[in-house]
């Protein structure tokens, strides 16, 4: 799918970038990827695992999604373009609102309207649970980006441009997840880890099935869509257990902006969602509410629906994770326990 082409990652030097970097590399022959982030020190560490030499089809290109100038330069002759870049920290953004909306809702305007002028074939927009009904302003910039990026599908007139969204939970050991912080915290020698509330659950992915989840929909997409993974649900305080079975816990209640619960398919999207199998993976599709003029949702239409008042919730999910589960797990995301 992706021999011969050009593919452009936005905030590529993070988790998911290197992960879809890599796993591209070996599965693909791409005329070219692109790293675009803002953090010099990161492509100058990513650039070492690549080298020139060896990998003469990596780009690293400097600049922030805010700078619409910049875009256009790196967009020039681009198939396909993996949006990634993202502020993603709750307290932070809570007490920095305006770099959020910065980032996060007029970064993503910025690539709509540069992914069109440049000709780009598709762009795929990653997203969060959080997005589903936010109650923290990182939750709410996402839900603008998914609308921003269905709704730029009616901006393309006559390009070819398609735009649409993925949407997923907690990923398994990425930069600040809850997984390198309990590590952090037994190596430096804890025997009591905080846990908000000993109800709380998550969804819970990979970087690898993020990644297969992103060339899903690059493959499948027609413009609009909402893609999200079947995946399972973890209590917090069974993988606290995994962690450090010893480990006792000291409850100290949600924070704020945080849920209890997290859902990835609210009741009210039922009503336009399909369900999908592929390559042995279920996916649920959720389908604009209004249609493209020269798009092809019709693809879709055979595909079975979901029932009206379908809700996908980390906590009522039919998929949850053992300790042995969660452990194994771990065992294959490159993280020591």
Not at 141 to 159: C, D, P
Not at 288 to 302: D, H, N, V, Y
Request: with cysteine; hydrophobic share 40%; glycine share 6%.
């Amino acid at each position: 799918m992706l021999d011969d082409k050009v593919v452009l990652v936005t905030g590529g030097t993070g988790s998911f970038g290197k992960k879809f970097v890599r796993y591209c590399l070996e599965k693909f022959k791409p005329k070219k990827i692109i790293i675009f982030s803002r953090d010099e020190y990161k492509q100058y560490i990513m650039r070492k695992e690549y080298p020139e030499k060896d990998y003469p089809q990596m780009r690293f290109f400097l600049g922030d999604i805010r700078d619409k100038d910049r875009l256009r330069f790196a967009f020039e002759g681009v198939d396909y373009v993996i949006h990634a870049a993202a502020l993603k920290q709750v307290p932070i953004l809570e007490y920095n609102p305006f770099e959020a909306v910065k980032t996060n809702i007029i970064g993503a305007q910025n690539i709509i309207e540069v992914a069109i002028e440049k000709g780009v074939k598709k762009v795929i927009a990653l997203s969060t649970d959080k997005a589903v009904n936010p109650v923290n302003l990182y939750g709410a910039t996402k839900l603008a980006m998914e609308k921003l990026f269905i709704a730029g599908n009616s901006y393309v007139g006559s390009r070819d441009t398609t735009f649409s969204v993925v949407r997923y939970g907690n990923v398994v050991g990425s930069r600040g997840s809850v997984i390198p912080f309990f590590l952090n915290l037994v190596k430096e020698g804890v025997k009591e880890l905080p846990i908000t509330d000993e109800r709380m659950t998550r969804f819970w992915i990979t970087l690898e099935e993020a990644v297969e989840l992103v060339l899903f929909a690059l493959e499948k997409s027609v413009g609009g869509e909402v893609f999200v993974p079947k995946i399972p649900s973890v209590k917090v305080v069974d993988l606290a257990k995994v962690i450090c079975p010893e480990c006792k816990y000291n409850i100290i209640g949600i924070r704020p902006g945080e849920k209890l619960h997290e859902t990835l398919i609210s009741e009210d999207e039922s009503r336009n969602v399909k369900r999908v199998s592929y390559k042995g993976k279920e996916y649920f599709v959720i389908l604009p509410q209004f249609g493209f003029e020269g798009k092809r949702l019709s693809a879709w239409e055979s595909y079975p629906s979901m029932p009206e008042g379908f809700s996908y919730r980390s906590d009522t999910n039919d998929w949850w994770l053992t300790e042995e589960e969660i452990r194994d797990l771990l065992k294959h995301v490159d993280i020591e326990l």
